[in-house]
């Protein structure tokens, strides 16, 4: 089955202990990104990569940092969490950035609480 | 600036029609998403316009005037698992064509 994966789906941890979600695809697509939703706000890109070792910075990528020394894979590390990162953070890929049909195929989320 | 706006909640009957607007502005623009998003989970693709005009697809059309800088979402015969959160993205014609996303609008379907 087609489908983006990311691990864990939900997370509580304390602020400064540094933590990876993962992210994997299985549909051999170019492009990956990360993003966060708020309450009252819109998807949000953190970073995202339009291929392997091609990293690039989105909107809010301030307290990230991402890798992408595969294909498939595209994690996002917090290297010392802070509260304002609570949110919730969608991977997604695509089979490539550039128009004029590139739909993004989003995982199913992963619910991250900094205390 | 950039921007993209869509009404916060709409609530609709069982049955009815419903349309969902967004309007944008960018820097440069290639066409505009739809996505539809169920609470707690990930958003799934609808539709993608590039021209102006109507495209059909089942009970969900969708809409785009380019030189308005307007898109809606039209949902007929409304079922109660569309009650759902409609988020709007334009394609932004910058240095690596990002998307631009709007809040989302919470739809609410009563019986």
């Known amino acids: 089955e087609a489908q983006v994966t990311q691990n864990p789906r939900y997370l509580i941890t304390v602020t400064g202990k540094k933590l990876t979600v993962t992210c994997s695809q299985n549909?051999?697509?170019?492009?990956m990104s990360w993003y966060r939703q708020d309450p009252g706000l819109g998807l949000r890109q953190i970073y995202y990569?339009?291929?392997?070792?091609?990293?690039d910075k989105g909107d809010v990528p301030e307290g990230y940092k991402v890798s992408r020394k595969e294909k498939r894979n595209f994690p996002l590390i917090l290297e010392s969490p802070s509260p304002n990162q609570t949110s919730l953070y969608f991977c997604?890929?695509?089979?490539?950035?550039?128009?004029?049909?590139?739909?993004?195929?989003f995982g199913p989320g992963t619910r991250l609480t900094v205390l | 600036g950039q921007n993209i706006d869509q009404p916060t909640e709409m609530t609709a009957t069982e049955g009815a029609i419903v349309q969902i607007n967004c309007t944008y502005q960018?820097?440069?623009?290639?066409?505009l998403f739809w996505y539809q998003q169920h609470a707690g989970e990930a958003p799934t693709f609808l539709s993608y316009?590039?021209l102006d005009g109507l495209e059909e697809k089942g009970r969900f059309s969708s809409f785009l005037s380019r030189s308005k800088g307007y898109s809606y979402l039209l949902l007929k015969e409304l079922q109660m698992k569309d009650s759902a959160s409609y988020l709007c993205?334009?394609?932004?014609?910058?240095?690596?064509?990002?998307?631009?996303w709007g809040a989302g609008t919470k739809l609410i379907i009563k019986p």
């Open positions: 997604a890929s695509s089979p490539t950035p550039v128009p004029p049909y590139n739909e993004q195929f």
């Open positions: 549909m051999n697509h170019e492009y």
């Open positions: 990569s339009m291929n392997v070792e091609v990293t």
């Open positions: 960018t820097s440069g623009f290639n066409g």
């Open positions: 316009n590039v």
């Open positions: 993205a334009a394609d932004r014609m910058d240095s690596n064509y990002q998307l631009i």
